[in-house]
């Protein structure tokens, strides 16, 4: 199975600040890697897909990059509506597997 | 706009059974291949199973964990994802997500399943 190694497990932020997430493969999934945003109750979002394609309907300030082994979610100024736990998931190989989550809080 | 809303989850006791459910609307359900997620209480994400489209012979695969226990279904005529879970054991607690497609697109919101004697 590909182990994917989320960092970190969490962080505090601030409104404004500039974030970064990142997770790495246990080995090479090419871009097949998607970035998602949980709060607590609702269903889990999409905001990239294949490392760094943005979703419809997400907001620019998120961004993706990476391939191979490395990967990264970017938000580059912090909202108060961003306060909530990332996590990635990697397509490549059967079973798929997912990093165990970041939780942003507000500092 | 795509929707998919859970249910069917609750407390069974060890070695019970449960059936949840998962509804698609908003999109044509029957073009995509579905899957279960679940997290345990303070721990990440899990894949536990995926059923491709019916008019490719709806294969199902599973997570090692829950192969032989639990089985995956779907009914295209009411827009439905069924998961089957027989044996239940203490560590299948979880909050368990139904998701849309290969790529895991859309979610819905979960539903809770709690195994306790």
């Known amino acids: 199975d590909i182990q994917m190694t989320q960092s970190p497990s969490s962080l505090s932020a601030s409104v404004g600040d500039r974030v970064t997430i990142s997770c790495r493969a246990s080995q090479g999934i090419r871009s097949d890697l998607s970035w998602y945003q949980q709060k607590p109750g609702k269903a889990p979002k999409r905001l990239i897909y294949a490392a760094s394609s943005l979703q419809s309907g997400v907001p620019s300030r998120f961004s993706g990059s990476g391939s191979g082994t490395e990967f990264t979610l970017t938000i580059s100024s912090l909202q108060p509506e961003d306060f909530a736990t990332y996590f990635c998931l990697q397509l490549n190989s059967y079973p798929w597997t997912f990093g165990q989550g970041t939780k942003v809080e507000i500092k | 706009e795509v929707h998919l809303e859970e249910s069917g989850g609750g407390l069974v006791r060890p070695g019970g059974s449960l059936r949840l459910s998962c509804v698609g609307s908003?999109?044509?359900?029957?073009?995509?291949?579905m899957n279960w997620v679940r997290q345990a209480p303070g721990k990440g994400l899990q894949w536990v199973a995926s059923?491709?489209?019916?008019?490719?012979?709806?294969?199902?695969y599973y997570e090692d964990s829950v192969r032989g226990r639990f089985t995956i279904s779907r009914d295209d005529a009411t827009n439905s994802l069924f998961l089957q879970m027989n044996s239940l054991r203490v560590e299948d607690t979880a909050v368990y997500y139904c998701a849309r497609d290969m790529s895991f697109d859309f979610w819905g919101r979960g539903t809770p399943v709690i195994v306790s004697s």
């Open positions: 059923i491709s489209l019916t008019q490719v012979n709806g294969y199902m």
């Open positions: 908003g999109y044509t359900f029957k073009a995509y291949h």
